[in-house]
Each structure stands twice: as structure tokens, then as C-alpha cells.
């Protein structure tokens, strides 16, 4: 894959990174701000919230010092942050002046931007919880459910992703119309893919593994612990926010339940096999858009 060309970048139009983690984003939209100016977009579900600067990845107080920033850090732990949130906060953002540059992981955001989100009312807390009760009891249910009750959307989810689950599931109980008719309502998108330059990472594999055991390694030694400590007591397994990868492990670890070792082992493994599903997730909805590999 070629190497970016900063040379032909324009620097009047909004540029987008994707990527999975580990892979260079930050660093690279940072350069990009650093040559042209912009604005770096957070487009990366965790990195929204307050309490994971270490755990997320989250860009460096010094980097923020170096070019804007938005959308990071801005979410208490506590608080749902749902694909439509984000695009109503980066809906502003793309009129203020300064070029966007959107960087993350997580795909729903691309998706959502260039193609638009169906307009969903809200889950009532009784759904929630119940998907809540499911997903963590007897996640096989939901699934049936879909299969029996709504095969369209329940055949293009990826059944291995129990938060995607659980939403298809939430939204056919909450409004009786499966996920894939609501979709088929989708309003015009904030930002045609046409109107922006899409550039999604796909590094070398091995490359990548080693980058995230060093990175979680650096994440334990720059005080990754002492963040999810401070949550500890307010721990709830079933918020967005407790989806950061490594922190169910290092809650296990606190609680007693693993030496600092293993929780440090199954972080990585975990980390690893995320970003895997990250990759075959770009690979498959992302074919039009410049892939580059950032490994050397």
C-alpha cells in the first residue's frame, strides 16, 4: 500500500482516518494538522470518556496543546454516548471553520457521517435494562429472538458483537421494526464520502500485535491501573464506557481474581482479536476508501 500523500492532500476538505487501534491514527492526524492546520475530530466510542485518558489511548495533554481537539474526554463514565450523540456533537464541528480532521476506530461513527443514521426513538429503560439482564445472563435468547422475529437484520449483525446484538434486539422490542427497516429510512448523511479524502489504516498483522503489547505495557506503566482503581467502586459491567478493553481485566485483578499477569495477558489477547474485528470491518464496508499501510 502506498505511503500517505501529504503532498496531494487538500487542505480545504475534511479528512478522515479509520483504523484499528494501535495503528498510528493519532500521530497521523496529528502530523496532518501539524502541516496544514485542522481540527482533530474524535471518532472512537471510548475516547469520549473522562475517566480513560491512559486505558483509551486517549491523545497526549501535550499533543492537545499542539493542534484543537474535540470530542475527547468530554463524557461522564456513567453516561450512555450513543452513535446519534456523537453526529449531533460533530455536526457543528464540520461548520466552525477549521478544517475537520476525523480520526478513530470506530466504524458505526464512518459509517453514520458518510451514509447517515436512521432517526430511532429512544430504548425506555425497561427495554435497557432487560437487554441489559440478556446480554450478560442469556445472550443465545436475543439472538433467537432476532432470528425468529427479524432474520434480515439478524443475518448482516456480527453475532459475536453482544453490544450490536443487544441494539438490534432493543430496537425491535422498543418500536417492532427490525433494525434493517429503520436503515432503509436513513436521512441524508452529514458528510458524503465524496465530499471528504478517506484514508483507512490496515497494517501488517504481526506488526501490529507487537505494537499493542508494547502499547498496553506503556498503558500499566503510565497508570492505567490507578484509572480503573478510581472507578472500581462504581463499577457497572454493563455501560459503554466499561467496554474499554483491558479494564474488565484489571478489574479482576483488583477484586483478586487474577495476578497483574494474567489480567496483562488476557488484555492483549483481548486487544488483539478487537482489532482484528476492527480490520475485517473495514475491509468489508470500507472498500471505497484509500487503504495504507502504516507498518514499515
Known amino acids: 500500500m502506498p505511503a500517505f500523500p501529504f503532498d496531494t492532500l487538500d487542505p480545504d476538505r475534511p479528512v478522515l ?4 487501534t494501535a495503528s498510528g491514527k493519532s500521530a497521523l492526524a496529528l502530523e496532518i494538522a501539524a502541516r496544514q492546520g485542522g481540527v482533530i475530530v474524535n471518532a472512537d466510542a471510548l475516547q469520549v470518556y473522562d475517566c480513560w485518558r491512559v486505558l483509551s489511548a486517549r491523545p497526549a495533554p ?5 493542534a484543537p481537539h474535540a470530542l475527547y474526554g468530554h463524557v461522564p463514565f456513567e453516561v450512555a454516548f450513543s452513535v446519534g450523540d456523537w453526529l449531533r456533537e460533530v455536526a457543528p464541528i464540520l461548520d466552525g471553520g477549521l478544517r475537520p480532521i476525523i480520526v478513530g476506530g470506530t466504524g458505526l461513527y464512518f459509517s453514520a457521517l458518510t451514509e447517515g443514521l436512521a432517526e430511532i426513538p429512544p430504548i425506555p429503560p425497561a427495554i435497557r435494562a432487560e437487554g441489559d439482564r440478556l446480554r450478560q445472563q442469556d445472550p443465545a435468547r ?6 425468529a422475529e427479524d432474520p434480515e437484520t439478524a443475518q448482516s449483525l456480527d453475532r459475536r458483537n453482544p453490544m450490536r446484538v443487544q441494539r438490534a434486539w432493543e430496537v425491535l422490542r422498543a418500536t417492532g421494526r427490525g433494525f434493517k427497516r429503520w436503515h432503509a429510512e436513513t436521512p441524508a448523511p452529514l458528510l458524503p464520502l465524496g465530499q471528504a479524502q478517506a484514508f483507512v489504516l490496515m497494517p501488517d498483522t504481526a506488526w501490529l500485535n507487537a505494537r ?3 502499547r498496553f505495557d506503556a498503558m500499566l506503566a503510565m497508570g492505567a491501573l ?3 482503581r478510581a472507578l472500581a ?9 466499561a467496554q474499554a478493553i483491558g479494564a474488565a481485566e484489571l478489574i479482576a485483578h483488583l477484586s483478586g481474581e487474577l495476578g ?10 483481548a486487544t488483539r482479536q478487537f482489532a482484528k474485528r476492527q480490520r475485517t470491518w473495514f475491509r468489508n464496508r470500507l472498500k471505497s476508501w484509500q487503504a ?3 507498518s514499515p
Do not use: C, K, N
Not at 17 to 20: K, V
Not at 233 to 241: C, K, Q, S, T, V
Open 142 to 147: 436475543m439472538l433467537a429472538d432476532l432470528d
Open 260 to 269: 497483574l499477569g494474567e489480567s496483562r495477558d488476557r488484555a492483549v489477547i
Open 62 to 66: 501535550q499533543d492537545e496543546a499542539a
Open 226 to 228: 490507578d484509572e480503573v
Open 212 to 214: 499493542i503489547e508494547t
Open 17 to 20: 482516518i479509520a483504523g484499528p
Open 292 to 294: 495504507l499501510d502504516p
Open 233 to 241: 467502586p462504581r463499577w457497572d459491567p454493563a455501560l459503554p464506557a
